[in-house]
């Protein structure tokens, strides 16, 4: 399997390209990968990691993008945690797109204290899925303004 530059189309590809506007807009980016905010219901300061080429597997990443991808994680998710003082920083792999292989990409979504331990880990992400309410623009943009300022103060 071999990852290709662009796929018209892909959510992530799109949002990557311009194509389709990203709320928040590029909070950061290294030569292969771009840090923006989730699109959809799972909170205000939850950020996407993923590579600009459209990689559907995480065997399809060239050795440089694997080189970047770990401290990359690390720095997002550092700044999710000073951003918004979470009790945990939850970094996952998602990749399916109504029920297929897609662009992989990684969630970095701040857990507060107060939220119900029986919506905790996979239970909170399809709980907040289900119900089906994105974040206002506003308190998205907000987020990603934050995190933005903490990763070029590095």
């Known amino acids: ?6 796929v018209p189309g892909c959510l992530a ?4 390209t311009g194509r389709r506007p990203c709320p928040g807009g590029r909070i950061d980016e290294t030569p292969r990968w771009v840090v923006e905010h989730c699109v959809g219901p799972v909170g205000a300061g939850t950020l996407i990691v993923k590579p600009k080429r459209h990689a559907v597997h995480v065997a399809d990443l060239d050795a440089e993008e694997a080189a ?13 945690s000073e951003a918004f003082d979470p009790e945990q920083v939850y970094v996952c792999l998602w990749s399916h797109a109504d029920g297929v292989p897609g662009h992989i990409h990684w ?9 119900d331990p029986s919506r905790r880990g996979p239970h909170l992400q399809a709980a907040m899925f289900d119900s089906g309410e994105p974040p206002e623009l506003v308190a998205v943009e907000r987020a990603a303004a934050d995190v933005r300022a903490i990763l070029l103060s590095e």
Do not use: K, N
């Open 1 to 6: 399997m071999t990852a290709v530059d662009d």
């Open 13 to 16: 590809c799109d949002l990557t």
């Open 107 to 115: 969630v970095v979504q701040p857990v507060e204290a107060s939220a």
């Open 68 to 80: 970047e991808l770990g401290p990359l994680l690390r720095r997002v998710a550092a700044a999710v």
